[in-house]
């Protein structure tokens, strides 16, 4: 999924949904990519439990590296429908010289493509 995209606030929260499921009980990851001036952010998610109640957080920034947390599903929903519902691209923000021309991206993996300790 691209961002921004045409869905609904509840289309959304039905995605997230959907993708929480998927996380728990699958072996995928969930990953939203923007890129800028400054190069690649990603921030992925991975459930660490069996009843998909926490979740690890990766987040990797070009200039500073990986930082990895630990965090709750609830935050998870709320940090993913942030994202997903953003109505502008950060990678195409206009307010640096040079902006980028590719849109965020949302995308669910197998866990094993994902950055893994």
């Known amino acids: 999924m691209t961002i921004p995209n045409d869905r609904s606030q509840l289309s959304i929260v039905s995605f997230v949904e959907c993708v ?47 930082h990895e947390s630990t965090v ?19 990678a195409t923000d206009c307010s640096h010289d040079v902006p980028v021309d590719s849109p965020d991206a949302f995308s669910v993996k197998p866990a094993r493509e994902l950055r893994m300790r």
């Open 20 to 66: 929480l499921v998927e996380l728990t009980h699958e072996e995928v990851g969930a990953e939203y990519v923007s890129t800028n001036v400054w190069g690649a952010k990603r921030t992925q998610f991975i459930a660490i439990d069996d009843n998909g109640e926490m979740f690890q957080k990766l987040h990797y920034d070009e200039r500073l590296g990986w």
């Open 72 to 90: 709750s599903r609830r935050a998870v929903r709320e940090d993913l429908i942030t994202r997903l519902s953003r109505s502008s691209s950060q």
